[in-house]
């Protein structure tokens, strides 16, 4: 089993600026959890074999725009797993973000990152830019009525020999469980599922619950 925690805080905020078309700065707070629960496996204790933390800051420049260019982002993250040598994973980025959107429908996030520098010594996984790439994007669609979404994130190295990359498709089904939630297919391939695989690549089908807006 997986689930995924995510949210967001406004720290504050700079309006009516006029700067290159940009009209309004942000700062956010955000984090993120991913866990990987080995719920069947009972004769174990049913244990969480693999959690992902990512911390991260980000300034975000608005247009104000209707449609098109909606936003610019700065961002810092930390991703990592908590664990101890020899299964610690964890990586620092610096990234620059841009957001699109048409018709309150359809939507654009594209991403390019650097990845910031460890001494060699202490890095526990010097070729994770290798298999997490240096980029990504993620295409989102809703209808007007809001009764489902459809969400595919890319992320690729953007090498020519020994490219790789991942590919993951959300859909919120039109399908309610109560108020709150929605039945939700995953399904993805490549490398980077979680960190302790990172150079592995796998497959892997879901189908669960989303909360909220995703």
Excluded at 54 to 61: A, K, R, V
Excluded at 132 to 153: N, Y
Aim: hydrophobic fraction near 35%.
């Amino acid at each position: 089993a997986k689930y995924l925690i995510s949210v967001k805080a406004d720290i504050g905020e700079q309006r009516d600026i006029n700067f290159f078309g940009l009209k309004t700065i942000r700062l956010w707070g955000a984090y993120s959890q991913q866990s990987h629960w080995q719920i069947l496996n009972t004769r174990n204790s049913s244990p969480f074999r693999e959690t992902n933390y990512s911390p991260e800051i980000m300034l975000t420049f608005g247009t104000d725009q209707a449609s098109g260019l909606k936003l610019v982002n700065l961002g810092v993250e930390h991703q990592s797993n908590g664990r101890p040598l020899p299964d610690s994973r964890s990586w620092n980025r610096l990234y620059v973000l841009t957001g699109w959107e048409w018709n309150n429908r359809t939507s654009l996030l594209s991403r390019a990152w650097w990845r910031i520098p460890e001494i060699k010594a202490n890095d526990d996984n010097p070729d994770i830019s290798r298999y997490l790439g240096i980029a990504d994007m993620v295409l989102r669609w809703e209808p007007a009525d809001r009764s489902q979404a459809a969400s595919l994130l890319l992320r690729n190295n953007l090498q020519i020999h020994n490219n790789r990359g991942f590919a993951q498709l959300d859909w919120a089904l039109p399908f309610k469980v109560g108020r709150a939630a929605r039945v939700h297919l995953q399904l993805s391939h490549g490398y980077g599922e979680s960190l302790i695989d990172y150079n592995y690549r796998q497959t892997t089908v879901g189908l669960g619950l989303s909360f909220r807006e995703w």
